[in-house]
């Protein structure tokens, strides 16, 4: 919804109503992941999109219906040689869409306070009933402190604001099954939560000509940057113009300083023992998605070296990522900052690093939490079949 959000914050702030469509299962290969949204104004105007033109003309019919005041509903869209390049998903997958409304000014303000968290950066979880024994498009706003709305009876909001929660700080969106009052291992309710975290963080070490390539693309790809170095003529901002922040401190008196939570990537470009060696003790002790380190396999023994000096043991080296990147051949700053971020995203989604066309099978891999898979349970399982 990112994409779409000033969009959506002005049609709320001139009470102009709306239909939003948002994907919130996917089954097999498909162009958008669950979250992703559209939405049809009473204009007609359009924003957004659920699957990239393949079934939008279809979606944007039913948003009409509901705008007129048909109730919310859940929409799927598969694929048939039939209806290949009609309203089917000519990737081969199905996406399942719920269509609801916001017509009222009670409705357009609740969704403005929703769009304004998500603007600020503020962690926060959409709760929305998709079919069962609770009301279709029931909708619950969940965050860590507070929580505004119902999905019908005290027991099935309890269940929900606690799952929620844990789905918000993993930064993880999906649906899940609940009996009628939030009995667990039942499916009479399901419920899409769609979570907004902040941006997760990319923190650079070392103000090189290699990180301001890696911080360029760690922007692209939606990460908060962040590049620190110890020498203050090369931490500045007209070096970094696309970082969120550029700090002048020594490495690893700034790791030990700040948040580093599961979803950080951490890159360490700076090639000097004085700087890497207790920098990357500190970052072996946190819980960062990815660690990354530049340098020639020289280095990297001699390096490994001086962290077992530290006093690392070997469990915590295997997280190190060094040399840092893939095989691509990379010479460039630009092309290794390439490098880096492709095995930053294959370490995040569990590729193989290998030419798609070398494979078979499914094409997009699904999200897993940290050290385990999803607890959100996909669409197509059932409490029964645990």
Same mark, same amino acid.
């Given at each position: 919804m990112r994409d779409i959000l000033p969009a959506l914050r002005s049609r709320c702030a001139a009470c102009t109503p709306l239909a939003l469509a948002t994907v919130v299962a996917v089954h097999g290969s498909a162009p958008?992941?669950?979250?992703?949204?559209?939405?049809?104004?009473?204009?007609?105007?359009?924003?957004?999109?659920?699957?990239?033109?393949?079934?939008?003309?279809?979606?944007?019919? @039913?948003?009409?219906?509901?705008? =007129?005041?048909?109730?919310?509903?859940? #929409?799927?869209?598969? %694929?048939?040689?039939?209806? *290949?390049?009609g309203v089917g998903l000519t990737c081969g997958g199905t996406i399942e869409v719920l269509v609801r409304a916001y017509v009222s000014e009670a409705e357009l303000a609740d969704l403005a306070a929703l769009l304004d968290l998500i603007a600020a950066d503020r962690?926060?979880?959409?709760?929305t009933v998709l079919s069962g024994a609770a009301e279709t498009g029931a909708r619950m706003v969940v965050r860590p402190a507070d929580v505004h709305g119902t999905l019908g009876t005290e027991g099935l909001d309890a269940a929900v604001t606690d799952d929620?929660?844990?789905?918000?700080?993993?930064?993880?969106?999906?649906?899940?099954?609940?009996?009628?009052?939030g009995q667990?291992?039942?499916?009479?309710?399901? @419920?899409?939560?769609?979570?907004? =975290?902040?941006?997760?963080?990319?923190? #650079?070490?070392?103000? %090189?000509?290699?990180?301001? *390539?890696?911080?360029?693309?760690?922007?692209f790809l939606g990460y908060r940057v962040t590049v620190c170095d110890a020498r203050p003529a090369f931490a500045t901002r007209e070096r970094f113009p696309t970082a969120d922040e550029v700090v002048c401190?020594?490495?690893?008196?700034?790791?030990?300083?700040?948040?580093?939570?599961?979803r950080t990537v951490i890159c360490v470009l700076t090639h000097d023992p004085k700087f890497d060696v207790p920098l990357l003790v500190a970052a072996l002790r946190t819980p960062a998605a990815y660690i990354g380190v530049m340098g020639s396999r020289r280095t990297h023994h001699d390096r490994l070296a001086r962290l077992r000096e530290a006093g690392v043991d070997e469990a915590r080296l295997t997280r190190l990522a060094s040399p840092v990147g893939l095989d691509l051949g990379a010479r460039t700053p630009e092309e290794t900052a390439v490098s880096i971020a492709a095995e930053i995203i294959q370490h995040r989604w569990g590729g193989t690093g290998r030419p798609l066309g070398e494979l078979t099978g499914a094409i997009h891999h699904r999200a897993t939490a940290p050290g385990g898979p999803s607890p959100a349970t996909p669409a197509a399982e059932r409490p029964d079949s645990w």
């Open positions: 958008r992941d669950p979250g992703a949204a559209m939405a049809v104004d009473v204009s007609g105007a359009v924003l957004g999109s659920v699957s990239g033109g393949c079934v939008e003309g279809d979606v944007y019919e @039913v948003a009409r219906e509901v705008l =007129a005041g048909a109730a919310p509903r859940v #929409v799927a869209y598969g %694929i048939s040689d039939d209806e *290949a390049f962690p926060v979880a959409e709760a929620a929660r844990g789905l918000l700080e993993q930064g993880l969106t999906g649906i899940q099954w609940y009996g009628a009052h667990r291992r039942m499916a009479e309710v399901s @419920v899409f939560v769609r979570t907004y =975290a902040p941006p997760p963080r990319m923190l #650079v070490f070392g103000a %090189i000509d290699h990180a301001a *390539a890696t911080a360029r693309i760690g922007s401190a020594w490495p690893h008196d700034y790791l030990e300083a700040t948040d580093i939570d599961a």
